[in-house]
């Protein structure tokens, strides 16, 4: 069932969706979660190829699959959504904004950017291979991951007896990024109706100035730059971030 694919976390209003990034899963956004809960009636997602180890998606893996599965969560809920989302999350939330306008009703994009193309995942590859399939221990994740990441991580992997796993296939994951150095999402973006938050970090792993770009040419869309923050903005900054959010979905539609 449709339904089957979201969290609920309480709250009451309209419904809020948290969609993950790439190598994240629903339950990171713990820290969020208090707050969150008072601006509506929240649910958490997982994306496809970020269900667990032993959970595999039977479909190629491409954006317009993860937009399709996304399509099919919110629906469930049978009323517009507003989606908070983060990096690959961010990106597939415009794209169902742009595809099912009926379904969403308002957006925050952290930390994407619609064109990576040239771009590959080789600089990085190395190191995601490298990494071990089961840590044994909270240290060994916050060595390998550091503080702010680590934590994150502890979240996102599959809990086992032995210590944390994997909650995913590092191949799967470096071929879903590496669809995006081979086109742009400009079309999808610029068909969004939507207002949008726009929110960028300082340390960002998107190109320079799309996300600025991105902001001038929306129909309904506010910009934020947080200088100090990396791709986890909403864990490394999480005062701005919150006060952003907040501002941004008390605000009336500018639309109306």
């Not at 969150?36 to 893996?61: C, E, F, K, M, N």
């Not at 998107?206 to 040419?217: D, F, I, K, V």
């Not at 986890?232 to 109306?256: K, T, W």
Request: glycine share 10%; aromatic share 10%; proline share 8%.
């Amino acid at each position: 069932m449709p339904g089957d694919l979201l969290t609920p976390h309480g709250g009451c209003g309209e419904p809020l969706v948290l969609v993950h990034g790439l190598m994240g899963r629903g339950t990171t956004w713990s820290r969020q979660l208090p707050w969150l809960t008072r601006l509506g009636t929240v649910y958490s997602y997982d994306a496809p190829w970020h269900r667990g180890r032993d959970v595999d998606d039977p479909h190629p893996i491409s954006t317009e699959r993860f937009v399709a599965d996304l399509g099919d969560a919110v629906s469930a809920l049978g009323a517009r959504v507003r989606i908070v989302g983060h990096s690959m999350g961010a990106l597939h939330a415009w794209c169902l904004a742009a595809q099912r306008p009926e379904l969403v009703s308002a957006l925050v994009l952290e930390d994407m950017a619609p064109d990576f193309r040239g771009r590959t995942t080789g600089p990085w590859e190395p190191w995601l291979h490298a990494l071990p399939v089961e840590f044994d221990s909270a240290e060994q994740v916050f060595a390998e991951f550091g503080p702010v990441a680590g934590q994150y991580f502890l979240e996102a992997f599959d809990r086992t007896e032995t210590g944390w796993r994997l909650h995913g296939h590092t191949s799967r994951w470096i071929e879903i990024a590496a669809e995006w150095g081979t086109r742009d999402y400009w079309t999808q973006w610029l068909a969004v109706r939507v207002p949008a938050l726009l929110i960028e970090a300082g340390n960002s792993v998107t190109p320079p100035g799309q996300m600025q770009q991105m902001a001038e040419s929306a129909t309904a869309a506010t910009y934020l730059l947080v200088p100090q923050a990396g791709h986890l903005i909403h864990d490394e900054a999480p005062g701005e971030y919150r006060e952003a959010v907040e501002s941004f979905l008390a605000a009336p539609d500018p639309r109306a």
